[in-house]
């Protein structure tokens, strides 16, 4: 692979300290931001492009185009459209360049994939824990789920879930403290099910807490618990429950936001369980329930049913 040209790896080094100290951004997002620039600047190191300045907008067009032909998705390509235009606005403050060449290019249109969701009846099912015999057998048991009745009462996402403590819960209003994208702080809520879960799992953590670790979900070393740990165990509850449907964390997101919106209506409140930034984030799961309705009524109404 093509080492990335010499000439500009100081300024890239500048760039990603601004990020982190400056902008404040997560070392993730900085990972992330210097992915999709490194790939740009081996499409230059292709070109033979060895100055900022030379840059120009036929030039990320043209990678725009190629990344495109390899398979990368509108969304994709536009938050790498995005990490360059932010990347040449820094230039452009620095006098490394006159105009920022990514400031009109737009990333080829995607389709609207609405989020999977699963059905209340399978929730049900799958969060039907077995007998107290079972579960005082095994505390890990007791953990997952703990973990499945979380993500299903709060909508949680599940890094927000790992960065649980033990200090974040409110039992008296039945709340969970989390901390979401953007370090902003909002409230979740969980009912009797997941409380009833959540006590039984803070007996078991007893039993392998070895240190003074203030996370509420931890592994059988007794550590706060991983993002893969988290995976690869609910996918093995739901395959030993005979579940074919591909469960993972945000799933039980998406089912929340969904099950509330089509109990509730009230799509303000859902935004804010979600801890969506903008309306139009929680806007998706409305086409969700009218992609429901639209089914309902194909299959109820006299004159939507087709002859044979």
């Not at 592994?219 to 591909?246: F, Y």
Request: net charge positive; proline share 4%; hydrophobic share 40%.
């Amino acid at each position: 692979m093509s080492q990335q040209p010499t000439p500009f790896q100081n300024d890239l080094r500048l760039f990603y300290q601004f990020l982190q100290s400056e902008k404040q951004f997560s070392p993730h997002t900085v990972k992330n931001y210097q992915r999709d620039i490194t790939r740009f600047m081996l499409f230059l190191d292709d070109q033979d492009v060895l100055a900022w300045n030379v840059i120009d907008e036929q030039h990320i067009r043209q990678f725009v185009s190629q990344v495109h032909r390899q398979g990368l998705g509108g969304k994709s390509i536009q938050r790498l459209l995005s990490a360059l235009r932010r990347l040449f606005r820094f230039l452009l403050t620095n006098g490394c360049i006159v105009n920022n060449p990514a400031a009109h290019v737009m990333a080829p249109k995607s389709e609207h994939k609405l989020p999977d969701v699963m059905h209340p009846q399978q929730i049900e099912h799958m969060l039907l824990a077995p007998d107290e015999g079972v579960l005082n057998e095994n505390p890990l048991i007791v953990r997952d789920y703990a973990v499945l009745e979380l993500l299903y009462a709060g909508g949680l996402r599940l890094s927000e879930l790992i960065g649980l403590n033990i200090s974040d819960i409110n039992w008296q209003s039945k709340q969970l403290r989390v901390l979401g994208k953007g370090d902003k702080e909002r409230l979740c809520h969980f009912g009797k099910q997941a409380a009833l879960m959540l006590e039984k799992w803070l007996k078991c953590r007893e039993l392998l807490i070895k240190t003074s670790e203030k996370a509420l979900f931890v592994s059988k070393r007794g550590t706060r618990l991983s993002a893969s740990s988290i995976r690869v165990r609910i996918q093995k509850l739901c395959r030993e429950k005979g579940i074919n449907q591909r469960v993972y964390p945000h799933l039980m997101r998406h089912s929340f936001a969904s099950h509330m919106l089509e109990s509730s209506q009230d799509l303000r409140a859902v935004q804010e369980l979600l801890g969506h930034a903008h309306l139009k984030t929680t806007q998706i799961y409305t086409h969700l329930d009218f992609q429901q309705l639209s089914k309902t009524y194909d299959a109820a109404h006299p004159r939507a049913q087709k002859k044979k």
